[in-house]
Every structure is written in C-alpha cells, then in structure tokens.
C-alpha cells in the first residue's frame, strides 16, 4: 500500500490541513477528464500502489524537511502528498515520484488525464493564442523592444501559442517541447519548434533576450539548478517571464493540487526561489482565467566575462 511506502520512506502521513476534502480517494473529481483519462488515472494509482512507481523524499528549496501535511490527493483523487516548509512556507510534493516514473507517467498518461474530454487541437491553439497575446503584453510593458534582432526561446512551448505574438512583432521565436503532437501542430503553423526540453535548448549555444516558462517551473524536479542553468540560453542581463498557478486561489483550491506538479508557489516563495537561482524580480502581477497565477518578469544578475557581440541588441529593461 502507499501508506507503507511512505512510511518505509520516513515519511509522515499525518491528517492534511485541509480537511477530509483532501485525503478522500473516493470522492467525485474536481477537473473532467474523459474515458482515457480515467483508465489513465486508474492505472497511475495501480502504479503507485504496486510500487512501479517508485518514491523519493525530498527536502524543500531551502533544506527544511520540518512540514505540515496540507493535502494528501490531487483534483483527480490520484495519491499525492503535499507538504508546507515550516521554515519558509513554500510547498512541495513530498514524497515524490522518481525521475523515471515522471517519465513514464509523462510519456504514457498526462496528457490522456490532462486533456479535456472535448480537446479540439485548433480551438485550443487559438485560444491559447489570446492568452499568449496577453502574456506578450505583459512583458511588453516592461521591455522596449529593440528596432531588429529580438529573440525569445520558450521551454514546454506546447504547441507555440505563446510565442506566435513575439514573431509577429518580428522577433526570432524558438519553443522546445516533448510532445510530438503540438511540435506538429505548430510547426504547421510556420513556428520554429523543436523536439527537447531545457538540456537540448543548451546545447546549440544559441542565446535569447528573452525565454519563456508558462506553467513549467512547478514541474521541475530541482527548480533552482535548473532556473541556474537556463542562464546558458539566456544574454547577460536578459528576462526570464514566469508563470505558475498561485496556491492564493482559495475558490478553487480543490482543483489546485495536481500529481504533475512538484512545488507550488505564491508570489513570496516564487521571488525566493527566483532570487535563489540568481535573479531580480522586475514585475510581478496575477493574470486570471481559469485559477489565478502569479506572473512574473523577472532579469538575470549574471554577466558573461567576453563581453558578448549581441549585447547590444538585449531589449532594454526598465529599472
Ligand atoms: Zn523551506
């Protein structure tokens, strides 16, 4: 059983904070999902329970394993405990799955659990698009764009919809992701995307002014490594924008906790894991549609000992 799991891991299974709400496996689920979502859901937990999913623990940002159970299932009743640092509030997934079970559980079942039911490619690219406008915008506002040679790189770009506005202000636009189904759909669309994640955008040497990370920092296994080397992708002083959803959106809190997010932030844990990893916040503000998220526009410290020719080229970011 999972309990064992846990326990064998030194791991506390103490009553979540939130309530019953939040412990009940048996429960309706909080977020739809079709037939191909619940077979993938039932066989996630049948992993998790017979152990092919295996289970690490894992101590917070800021080296603390002394927590507080919050929740101990996601929207869609899959076992997933998480924990709140008592030393700096920030929560995370706790046990966790390894590296390898996210990789197969990425592979083989997120997308059938996390596509809507009526999933339609075309619709929801053109959606997308209009948040991506909004997105775009919101940087926008804080970054004069330079006359020529703007560039901006997303990782976990799905299928392009946030980088389609930034090519259509003439900026060269790059987007990485895993799932071949949207690589296809945007690269229909004329979009520069390509197969890989954050390792494969390093190694090319290729530098953006700008990158983009919509709805993936809460994904990464050790956000302040990875935030760190994403630098090698990015020009001295260049802007990183940031969005995650934000746990400060109560209304809907139970469709808040998914099994596929390994942390979960707030503006205040989201600016500490920021500064942590090297950067300085420039703007921060809350963009809402389905839940709140915290959006953030935030500039690297780091500088590059040869000065870099394309320097002069970085769009220029107001203090
Ligand atoms: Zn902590």
Redesign the pocket.
Known sequence: MLEASYSKLGSTVDAPLLGERFVNRNSALAVATGDRGRVAIATVCANLANGKYQLERV??????RDNRCIAQVDRYRIPHCTVM??????LRTDPRMTAAAYVDFYTNHYRAIYERPDHDPDRYFAQQVIRGESRARFVMHDIVQPATSASVAEIGCGAGWNLEPYRKRGWKAVGWDVDDSYLRLGKSRGLDLRHGLLPDACVGGERFHLVVLSHVLEHFLDPIADLRALKQILFPRGALFIEVPSLFAASQLTRYFQNAHTWSFVPQTLEATMRAAGFRRVELASLSWTLKLATMLARSNHEQANKDPHQAATPHLHP
């Open positions: 101590s917070c940002l800021c080296g603390s640092c008592k030393r700096c509030g920030l």
